[in-house]
């Protein structure tokens, strides 16, 4: 990322450009021009980095060498979800979690409305890396103490209070079961079929034949805990700086759901899963949900060990990114590729080692 010192003043930013600007100048510039208007930033570098789900993403330097992170939303159809998801991150700061803070608007608002582009301007966290390829050494611990603190923090929302539902509830079988047909059947109505394609129509099948094994593990489910929860907890929305986390980023709106798949949606991670031994792994998973529980008193051992259950329930009903090439093709690359590969041989080897896997688990959490 460029300095303050390397790049023009806001002014160049803002102003208006010379014929045949490009769109990224022209967003650039128009960001440069809300950040004056709306926050009282006088940008000196503005740099495009990768974008979110339903926004473009920024790295700001303001003239003082101050860094900040825009987002600019791609459409106001939805900004106020948006704003529902910031102001959980705001709850969840002002308990002790560690998050990412939004700067308000000078008229105190959390997302600039008025201007060319909606946006909202975040403090930056510096010399930062996200949680994406796995977890190692004493990041499983680090990552159970603030998942540990956050789920504390956000049980006493005021939209749902926690409660206990049928575990079996965590996946639709039935549902899965009728969209891997779907999905078979248009692979198979397709006159030739990609290498990747070619991968993804046998690994649905593979995973429409053990559906009844799923169905019967999830059968065994005791009641779980419901409650709001972080709602994407992946990999790329934790950061870490050196071995502990700075931050946990990109809230979705409150909504309830299982605890235990919140949990087990960044520990059993598909690259975490692959990138040791099974028994490596587990030590590792093992670290996370003790130091959780320490973070947690509340946290009932049934959720500990059920999210392993869960999370491997939730990886084999899911049809992405097998249904990617039929469903989604402008998204289809390498990357996501590779991400279906291990995710459904992670999943394999979760469902394969479930029963001895929990007995250890369950063991070092009495």
Not at 210 to 233: K, Y
């Amino acid at each position: 990322m460029s300095t303050a010192s390397q790049q023009p003043a806001s002014k160049p930013l803002a102003a208006p450009s010379p014929p045949g600007r490009t769109a990224e100048e022209e967003q650039i510039a128009a960001i440069a021009a809300t950040l004056v208007l709306a926050y009282g930033l006088h940008p000196a570098d503005i740099t495009r980095i990768p974008e979110g789900t339903a926004t473009d993403n920024y790295a700001v330097v303001d003239q003082a060498g101050r860094r900040h992170f825009a987002k600019v939303y791609r459409t106001r159809e939805h900004l106020d979800l948006e704003r529902a998801s910031i102001e959980l991150t705001e709850y969840c700061a002002d308990g002790g979690v560690a998050t990412a803070r939004a700067t308000r608007t000078r008229e105190h608002e959390l997302i600039e409305t008025h201007g060319r582009l909606p946006m909202s301007l975040w403090s930056y966290a510096p010399h930062t890396a996200s949680a994406e390829g796995g977890l190692t050494g004493t990041r499983w611990a680090a990552v159970g103490i603030t998942m540990g603190r956050l789920h504390a923090r956000l049980a006493t929302h005021s939209a749902a209070a926690p409660t206990l539902k049928p575990g079996v509830a965590v996946c639709d079988v039935a549902a899965s079961r009728s969209r891997f047909e779907r999905l078979i059947r248009a692979y198979q109505q397709r006159p030739t079929l990609g290498e990747f394609e070619a991968w993804a129509l046998q690994a649905a099948r593979e995973r429409q034949a053990i559906l009844e094994n799923v169905e019967h593990a999830i059968a065994s489910l005791s009641q779980l805990t419901v409650q709001i929860l972080h709602g994407d907890m992946a990999g790329p929305n934790v950061l870490f700086k050196n071995d502990e986390v700075a931050a946990i980023v990109d809230f979705r709106p409150p909504a309830p759901g299982y605890l235990a798949w919140e949990i087990a949606r960044l520990g059993c991670d598909p690259q975490s899963v692959l990138n040791h031994s099974a028994e490596s792994w587990l030590t590792g998973y093992t670290d996370l949900t003790l130091a959780y529980r320490d973070a947690n008193p509340k946290a009932s051992v049934d959720d500990l060990v059920s999210s392993l259950r869960v999370g491997c329930a939730a990886m084999l009903c899911s049809a992405f990114p097998l249904s990617v090439p039929v469903e989604r093709p402008h998204i289809l690359d390498a990357a996501t590729e590779a991400y279906g590969r291990v995710r459904h041989e992670a999943a394999l080897m979760l469902l394969d080692r479930l029963p001895v896997m929990e007995e250890a688990l369950r063991d070092a959490l009495r």
